[in-house]
């Protein structure tokens, strides 16, 4: 264990700063170490404040708590940490000539300065604040810090909050949406891009995940912003107004992004980079050798592609703070970047992400293949499997992966984990059916639905199989393209839910070489099923039988998101 007189001084105590401070104490117990944060609040755990806002945690205080029920506190980091704690304390600048930071207490308004050997910047990110007339109303909030979690928990269990409208779909908007409607709120979400989730989704799982949230009493809106927000006399939120209509709201949440906080390290000279985070190197150290910096303040290397990338998250700023704290100490270990890896609960739906979308593996110019796969997390036959699609992103010159996204019932995490060790390691299609995962009936199926998603872009490059997407399907309607729509369903599956077009014609897989003759061999064939494993098989036949023209639907009528042409018995 290093003993070493130095004075490290660690701006920001939520995330990542506090896990520099414990790691520095432990790899030396001679440091001077402080830690300044404007807040009262240490080391909560922001990423539980929808749950606090639900009733999931019954009391928002143990966000900052220990596992055994003490709080996190300047008290806590003093005697436990030995870390002095100035908290209500706000950096005014950074010198780094002198390598000083001047500071006020913000209750008193006493002025100082302290002298700093290292130091790390943990200033995290600011919630993006919209330009909307209204945004000043009472009853408008943002999600930001345990304060405001405490606000809207009190708003909406007063008795007098029905309804709620969230402006901007993304992570925490979603979250958000199911803890209001937990508490019983009719919620409208409103998003400006094509679909919710547009940083963790593409448009086949987004809209697929979209017709189960409509399902839970809640309206989503998208492709469309929010103008204004109109108050009573009183000065209170009672409508928002977009250009597709108004929509009554007891209470708003404005949810459109972050930015880094950088405002000390452009002040003091350091380094932006484009995406407005810190730029630091592979060792977390900024243009300046003498200081540090991670967590949501910094920007990131996407391992795929190499580029730069703003991706906040709570476990990023974790691994950050132990890198800084080994790398300060002359432990030389290296950051190497992130997949922009996430995981959300969605009412009882489970949603994840890792790697690239393929909007942005296409951005990146991947030549890019992919899978749409529906399944269940175990076997059919064992009494707890639930359905999950699964979309795979690859890139077909080098056959690697490049992402996955998952939404449904099932177990997401698994097969984003698993992919996500795959990402990292550099594995293609042909190396993730290879992996030795585990199977037993209660918890996956012998081929996991993420090696058999693999199998499927496998069977793509190879050219043994030819698909088109959903939505590749839907802009043929659109545009009026004649094709045969052939669907190889039984009559029963057929008879309970079916695709209302005049394109489609039914012809069950079972009898369909001895139905050859009622197809036209001049005109495009698109076969499908319920998942498309028939549809597959079904196109392998009519090739077979000298038809020139044929693809299966990816994911078949499992993944077909457009419920008005559904016809249901």
Not at 44 to 68: H, R
Not at 399 to 422: E, P, S
Request: one cysteine or more.
């Amino acid at each position: 264990m290093k003993r070493e007189k130095i004075k490290v001084i660690v701006i920001g105590g939520v995330a990542m700063g506090p896990k520099s401070a414990a790691r520095l104490r432990r790899l030396n117990p001679e440091a001077d170490i402080t830690v300044i944060e404007r807040g009262k609040i240490l080391s909560y755990a922001g990423c539980g404040m929808p749950y606090c806002i639900s009733g999931d945690i019954e009391d928002c205080k143990t966000l900052n708590y220990t596992p055994v029920g003490v709080p996190r506190d300047a008290t806590f980091f003093r005697n436990v940490k030995n870390v002095t704690v100035l908290d209500g304390t706000l950096v005014r600048s950074i010198d780094r000539e002198h390598k000083m930071v001047d500071v006020v207490n913000i209750e008193t308004g006493e002025y100082g300065s302290i002298p700093y050997d290292k130091l790390v910047l943990a200033t995290g990110g600011m919630p993006i604040i919209p330009p909307i007339e209204g945004f000043r109303l009472k009853n408008v909030f943002r999600l930001w810090h345990p304060d405001d979690a405490m606000a809207i928990r009190d708003a909406v269990t007063s008795g007098s909050v029905k309804t709620a409208v969230i402006i901007g779909g993304g992570l925490i908007g979603i979250e958000m949406t199911e803890a209001l409607a937990k508490r019983g709120l009719h919620v409208t979400v409103i998003e400006l891009l094509p679909h919710i989730l547009p940083g963790l989704l593409d448009e086949e799982v987004a809209l697929y995940l979209t017709r189960y949230v409509r399902s839970q009493n809640v309206d989503i809106i998208t492709g469309t912003g929010v103008t204004r927000i109109l108050g009573d006399d009183q000065g209170n939120a009672r409508t928002v107004i977009t250009a597709d209509g108004e929509f009554p709201a007891d209470i708003v949440l404005t949810n459109i992004g972050v930015r880094s906080n950088v405002m000390l390290a452009k002040d003091a000279g350091l380094e932006i980079g484009s995406y407005g985070g810190i730029v630091v190197n592979d060792y977390l150290e900024t243009s300046d050798p003498h200081i540090y910096a991670g967590g949501d303040c910094v920007e990131n290397t996407v391992l795929i592609t190499g580029r730069k990338a703003f991706v906040p998250m709570g476990s990023t700023a974790n691994k950050h703070g132990r890198v800084v704290a080994n790398n300060i100490m002359g432990y030389r270990e290296k950051f190497g970047g992130i997949l922009g890896t996430a995981v959300v609960k969605v009412f009882d739906y489970n949603v994840g992400k890792t790697g690239l979308t393929e909007r942005q593996a296409r951005e990146a110019g991947f030549d890019v293949v992919t899978s749409l796969v529906p399944a269940t997390d175990s076997p059919h036959y064992y009494p707890t499997h639930k359905p999950l699609l699964l979309k795979l992103v690859a890139d077909r010159e080098s056959r690697k992966l490049l992402g996955l996204q998952v939404a449904g019932y099932g177990d997401t995490t698994k097969r984003v984990d698993v992919a996500a060790t795959a990402l990292y390691f550099g594995a293609t299609v042909d190396d993730l059916p290879a992996i030795d995962l585990g199977y037993a009936p209660p918890y996956a199926t012998a081929i996991d639905i993420a090696a058999h998603a693999a199998n499927v872009l496998r069977n793509k490059m190879d050219g043994t199989a030819k698909a088109v997407t959903p939505l590749e399907v839907k802009k043929k309607l659109d545009d009026g393209d004649e094709f045969i729509w052939l669907d190889v369903r039984s009559p029963d599956e057929y008879k309970e839910v079916r695709i209302n077009d005049n394109r489609v014609k039914l012809v069950p897989l079972g009898v369909l070489r001895r139905r050859l003759q009622e197809l036209p061999r001049d005109k495009e064939i698109i076969t499908f099923c319920k998942i498309s494993l028939r549809g597959y098989e079904a196109q392998t036949i009519l090739e077979g039988e000298g038809f020139t023209d044929v693809k299966f639907m990816d994911g078949g009528m499992e993944a077909w998101p457009y419920d008005e042409m559904i016809v249901r018995s």
